[in-house]
């Protein structure tokens, strides 16, 4: 099952540089307004960054490979 059947949003995720950005950084870039800082966090509490990798889950956390 790829990313996209699987719904989990991983795609667009990694297709936005602030979020990826905030994953890494733990930290919203300078620039953004108080809505869209809300926006990035919210977005990224399904995902996390480890080392060069991006996971996707709640409890169990699940590489996203190919990204």
């Known amino acids: ?5 699987k719904g989990d949003g991983a795609l667009d995720i990694h297709a936005n540089a602030p ?8 930290e919203v870039s ?8 809300d926006q990035i966090v919210h977005k990224t509490k399904r995902f996390k ?8 889950g709640v409890d ?4 996203v ?3």
């Open 49 to 56: 960054w480890e080392g060069n990798s991006l996971f996707v």
């Open 60 to 63: 169990r956390w699940t590489s």
């Open 19 to 26: 979020i990826i950005a905030y994953l890494q950084a733990s």
């Open 1 to 5: 099952m790829d990313i996209e059947q």
């Open 65 to 67: 490979n190919g990204i």
């Open 30 to 37: 300078i620039g953004f307004t108080p809505k869209e800082r």
